[in-house]
């Protein structure tokens, strides 16, 4: 594989793979010397044409981990503030040898039309675009999943799994729908019907507009972020009817199994679709979340970019000289 811009680009065995290196590399961070050599005189760039804390310095560091050369590339202060094209970066960044290209925007498609163009030889990595995918999200949170629930090892069959919110406008609910389903999860999305997209019928799970109802029959539950920027008409009448109808509160988290987890992308609008109470419960593993989502892009990195290639997937053979 060659690129990674849609979950759909991973089959069962090549998300496991994924996982399974992460996992690898995982053992690795636990270390005092937590760098690799591995990307040795790559260049990996982090293309932003959006806002973005946790994936970009995520990516960058996954990056540094494995000891490729990183670029920082931000649209606002670049020449892209000054109205060159997606074609013209591209043109430069091929240039200067980038060997990836990691790059979020706000246009869905931004990413296809980097690596399907002709314009860069390296390997581009779908960071966000749009409302459409958001892939490395729905790694690192298959991977929490399955650290949490399946014992860190093989898929996820037969996980029940909630994703509650503004679905319309998240591109982590698609991703994640995707690749929940290649891995065997049963997943069902809760919503308000006017943010569930057109043609979600097609998607291969369910839905329901009644979180009370999947509640206690859930294994792990995302709650998604109400998405104000994208949104131009009013979804839902206020703020206090969204949350009391589709936020996760204390009352709601005691309604969950036991052993539930709760997840969230980030960044969360405390008060709205999770309370301040559960967002710091035991129960919530966004920073699990954060710390998987640096393992798994070096997995993603280092599948698409390693010489060896990925069928000899051996991280640990490439110990830090000093560890
Ligand atoms: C998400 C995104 O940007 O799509 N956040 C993230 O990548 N961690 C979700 C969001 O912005 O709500």
């Known amino acids: 594989m060659r690129h ?14 994924v996982m399974d290196t992460a996992s690898q590399f995982g053992s690795i961070a636990d270390r005092t010397v937590k760098k ?7 260049t990996v760039v982090n293309l932003f044409y959006e806002d973005s804390t946790r994936t970009r310095i995520s990516f960058e560091l996954a990056a540094k981990r494995l000891s490729a050369d990183v670029i920082n590339f931000a649209a606002k202060g670049s020449s892209v503030a000054k109205g060159e094209s997606l074609k013209d970066t591209a043109l430069t960044l091929e240039a200067m040898g980038a060997d990836a290209v990691v790059i ?3 246009s869905s498609g931004a ?19 749009g409302t459409h995918e958001h892939p490395t999200q729905a790694l690192l949170d298959a991977y929490t999943m399955r650290k949490a629930l399946c014992g860190g090892k093989g898929d996820l069959a037969g996980l029940r799994v909630a994703i509650v919110g503004d679905i319309l406008h998240s591109r982590v609910a698609r991703s994640n729908v995707l690749l929940l389903r290649t891995l065997g999860a049963d997943v069902t999305l809760v919503a308000p019907p006017t943010l569930l997209p057109h043609g979600v019928q097609a998607w291969p799970c369910r839905t329901s507009m009644h979180l009370d109802d999947v509640l206690g029959e859930v294994d ?15 979804y839902f009448p206020t703020a206090h009817e969204y949350s009391q109808r589709y936020g996760l509160d204390a009352s709601r988290l005691a309604r969950l199994a036991d052993r539930a ?37 070096m997995a993603v990195l280092y599948l698409l970019l390693g010489a060896r290639g990925p069928r000899d997937v051996r991280p640990d053979a490439d110990m830090p000289v000093s560890a």
């Open 4 to 17: 990674l811009l849609s979950a759909a680009d991973l089959g069962h065995d090549e998300a496991v793979m």
């Open 104 to 106: 979020r925007h706000g």
């Open 111 to 129: 990413p296809h039309r980097l690596a399907h163009a002709g314009w860069i030889s390296g390997s581009v990595i779908n960071a966000g675009d």
């Open 261 to 297: 987890i709760v997840l969230h992308p980030g960044p969360m609008n405390r008060g709205m679709e999770i309370s301040a109470v559960v967002a710091d419960s035991g129960r919530a593993v966004m920073v699990d979340q954060v710390t998987n989502g640096v393992i798994v892009r």
């Open 36 to 42: 690799l050599p591995t990307l040795r005189g790559r």
């Open 220 to 234: 792990a539950i995302m709650m998604l972020r109400v998405q104000s920027e994208r949104m131009q008409d009013s």
